[in-house]
Each structure stands twice: as C-alpha cells, then as structure tokens.
C-alpha cells in the first residue's frame, strides 16, 4: 500500500492527517482578518488582501463562507454531493454531459473575462494592436498566437480585443481536458483525479483564462501536455520523440520551458539503466528534437519576410544575457549580489523579493505551496520515491530556481510570471496528496483546501478583474499613464511604491 508523509498508514497516519487538517482550519481563519485589511503591518501585502476590493457585503459573505468550511460537517455534505455528481459523470451514457460541461468552462470564463488592463496586459494589447512584428522575444510562439487571434478579430468584425479574449478563454477548455488527464496519472483512481485536477487549477491559474491577456494560458496548456507526455513516456505509453517534440513545442510558445530541459533529461534514467552511449545519443537526439520547433518557425519568419523579427528576438536574447545590475540597460533577472535598486530591482533573497514571491505564490496557489512544503520538511524521501516523483520534483526544483532569478518588472502586475512553477508544483502537491485520499481526513482536507482557495483568491480575484471596486490597490490602479515627469519606469516606480 502506498502511504503519503501527511496520510501514512493506520492510526499514526490518521493522526498526522488530522493534524494537517486543523493546521489549515487555522491558518483559514488567520487570514480572514489580513484579507480584511485590519492587520496594519500586512495592508500592502498584495496578494494576500484581495477582498478589500469588494464591497462589504461580498467580504461578509465570503468570511462565512470560509468559517463555514472549518466545520466538519459542511465539508461532509460538499463531499457526498462532490461524490454523487463525479458518480453520475462517471456512468457510460453521461459522455455528452462531459463534453457539455468542458465547453460550457470558456463560455464561462467569456463572462467573467477581464475588462480591467493592467501592466503587460495594456503593453500585450497595444504592441499586438500597432506593432508590425509577428512575434515578440521571449514568448516567441504565444505572442504569435495572440497576433493571430488579434487578425481573427479584425477579419471577423468582433474586434482584435475580442477576438484575444476569446482564443485565450478557449484555452480553459483545452486546460480542462489536458489536466483532467494528468489526474489520471497523477492519482490512482478516477475520483481522487477529479480532485488532483481542482487543486491544480483552482487557484488564480484559473484567472489566467478568463480573458487575460497574456501569454500564460498556452504556456499552461503546454506545460500539461509535457506532464501528460512525460507520465506516459513513464509508463511506456510514449516513445522519446513524442515528448521530446511536446517539449520543443512548449520552448517555442515561452522560452521559460528551457528550465524543464533538465527534467525532459532526467526521464530515461528512470525508466530504464543504459550505457552512457546510448544515453548520451539519446539525450541528443531529443534536444535536436525539442529544438525543432523554434528553429522552424524562425526559419519560416526568415524566408516569409520577417527577417527583422528575427534579428530583433536575437538582439533581445543578447541584452537579457547581461545579469544586472546594469546601469542604463535593462534589468531582466534579480541582482545576484550588492543592494536593491529602485521599483523590482531587487537583490536576491532580500526582504524585498521575498515579499514578492510570497505575495505572487499565495495569488497563483495558495494551498499548494504549503503543502509541497509540509512534504519537503517531514518526509523528503518522499519527494524522489518514485520515478513519477523524482520527474515532477526535478521540474519543480528548476521552476523554482526560474522564479526565483527572473526580476517581476510590473511589479504586482506580473502576478502571472510564475505561473509555470505554481502548476508543477500543483501536480506534486496532487500527486503526493492522492496517493492516500481515501482515508476520510485526508478526503476532508482536499474539500478545505479548494474552498479556502476559491474563496480567499479564486473569487475575488475574477471580481477584480472585472470591476476592482473603490479600493486604491494596485490592481485598481493604472500605473502605466501620465508620465509626465520621465519615463514610464519612474511614473510607475511612485505609483505602486508601497507595494513594490
């Protein structure tokens, strides 16, 4: 039998499942008052004050709601409905009523889509608007995308606006479809997948489709699909070049997926032990295979008239290779050494990028990070037990070192720059949780964790989107406009001050 660090097995196990439980009901109600605004030291804690944007009776509602969770016997109810409707979706004549609810996600998502454009959104929209290029440096293949979706727009009378929104929310259903597989091979039956999947996608990833523009949505479209891939080659239901060619795909859409070369390289020694030969010849072939992509498609740009794109994406890849500081260049990574400098130049491991981290990390995946963490300090062995463990720990471990150097230049506006770590760490945390969700504190603790997220992130966070209320946080504020007095940099430097 499989046993979890949190579930383990028989009575000691049930005890430290309950433990964790408690430990989340308290740390539930502790943060009711920080979302509030009512602790001082914590007002500019971005990420953690989302229901100061609504109005009071929204913030009643949604702390009854999180009180209401910390009770037992609501998360029993929630339990037996969740368990009667996954029953019901399960049966061989409900196939249309699956494929039904995976179109009605971006339906919904349209309604709820952003209307509020902030930060890179403003900057996203407005080069895919008057730009000639084809494509922007990093996100290569997602900026592409969005052109394309723009023109769609255009050519169709809806608008370039509309016609970006509506590729980017029908992401959500090709997410839905991609993770709901993933929780196939993360957990070990149907049920505990459904959940696998929730917890994944629960959090502010969600916001990321709902009309946001930005490149994410396909960055996590691809990175599930790498996951699915990577389980499968595991299993030996994939070959090397298919996975090689899923992660060449994802290195075009978003240069981020660089950072999962390692883990891409580490999958043949867990399957199988080979000569150093082999392997080696292995591992080159499938980084000529993950290069393919992006060299295509820089080749079809060259020869379809896009030479200086090319040229420009080049140029960019040179400036970023310079690690800061950097006076009068661009500052792409946090400083490896000296001081913090002015708006998110920020030393690394300073007060300040810490700060960061935490307020993005708690917007992307409230309960996830707390849970890989609990797993890291009680039982590490954990983390590499398996090879399905050793691959997702691996991703994770390169991810993290990825957010941790890549300097956030908008500030809490680029809440979404770690997107990409926070949904591998998502499919740890679920892998390891699933393994013992049977048990009945483990089952309560699942329920806890995606109602807390929903109603501390998820909620308010699409409410923001759609309307930030009165409050003067930064997202009700448009730092990006009347930069009167210099650049755009310093405008935007005194505006969101506090918060940077």
Avoid at 200 to 205: R, T
Avoid at 355 to 375: C, Q
Avoid at 399 to 415: E, F, K, S, T
Wanted: hydrophobic residues 55%; contains cysteine; charged residues 10%.
């Amino acid at each position: 039998m499989t046993t979890s660090a949190i579930g383990g097995s028989g009575a000691a196990g049930s005890s430290r499942a309950e433990l964790a439980m408690w430990a989340a009901v308290a740390a539930s109600v502790l943060l009711i008052p920080i979302e509030l605004g009512w602790v001082a030291a914590l007002q500019y804690a971005w990420g953690f004050t989302l229901w100061e944007y609504l109005p009071g009776a929204g913030c009643v509602v949604l702390t009854g709601l999180v009180l209401l969770f910390c009770w037992r016997a609501p998360r029993e109810i929630a339990l037996r409905v969740l368990r009667a409707s996954h029953g019901a979706l399960e049966r061989p004549s409900s196939w249309p009523l699956r494929w039904a609810a995976v179109a009605v996600v971006p339906a919904l998502l349209w309604m709820l889509r952003e209307r509020e454009f902030l930060g890179d959104s403003k900057i996203i929209l407005y080069a895919t608007a008057t730009s000639d290029a084809a494509f922007h440096f990093p996100d290569i293949g997602a900026t592409y995308l969005l052109q394309q979706g723009f023109n769609l727009g255009q050519l169709l009378g809806v608008g370039g606006l509309n016609g970006v929104q509506a590729l980017v929310c029908a992401t959500a259903a090709l997410a839905v479809l991609c993770f709901a597989k993933l929780g196939g091979y993360l957990a070990p039956s149907r049920r505990r997948a459904a959940f696998g999947a929730t917890l994944i996608l629960c959090g502010g990833v969600m916001r990321i489709f709902a009309g946001h523009i930005e490149v994410y949505s396909f960055v996590v479209v691809c990175l599930g699909v790498y996951l699915c891939y990577a389980f499968a080659y595991l299993e030996g239901r994939r070959n090397w070049f298919a996975l090689s060619l899923a992660a060449g795909v994802g290195i075009w859409i978003h240069l981020s997926f660089l950072f999962l070369l390692p883990s891409l390289l580490l999958l043949p020694l867990l399957v199988e032990t080979r000569p150093r030969g082999e392997l080696v010849k292995q591992w080159t072939l499938g980084l000529v295979i993950a290069a393919a992509p992006i060299i295509s498609f820089f080749v079809f740009m060259w020869l379809g008239g896009h030479a200086s794109d090319v040229e420009k994406a080049w140029a960019k890849l040179l400036r970023w290779s310079v690690v800061g500081p950097t006076p009068g260049g661009h500052e792409a990574w946090i400083r490896p050494w000296g001081k913090d400098g002015a708006g998110t130049r920020y030393a690394l491991f300073s007060w300040r990028h810490l700060k960061y981290l935490a307020n993005s990390f708690f917007i992307l995946a409230p309960a996830i990070v707390p849970v890989v963490a609990t797993f890291a300090l009680i039982s590490p062995r954990r983390l590499v037990s398996t090879p399905q463990t050793a691959f997702l720990s691996c991703a994770c471990a390169t991810l993290i070192l990825y957010a941790i150097i890549v300097r956030p230049v908008m500030g809490p506006y680029d809440w979404d720059l770690f997107s990409i770590t926070a949904v591998s760490l998502g499919a740890l945390a679920a892998h390891l949780l699933t393994q013992d969700l049977e048990s009945r504190p483990l089952a309560q603790l699942s329920i806890l964790l995606v109602a807390v997220t929903l109603l501390f992130v998820t909620i308010p966070f699409l409410i923001v989107g759609i309307h930030p209320g009165t409050h003067r946080g930064p997202f009700a504020v448009d730092a990006l406009t009347g930069a009167e007095n210099g650049s755009w940099e310093t405008t935007f430097e005194q505006h969101l001050a506090p918060w940077l």
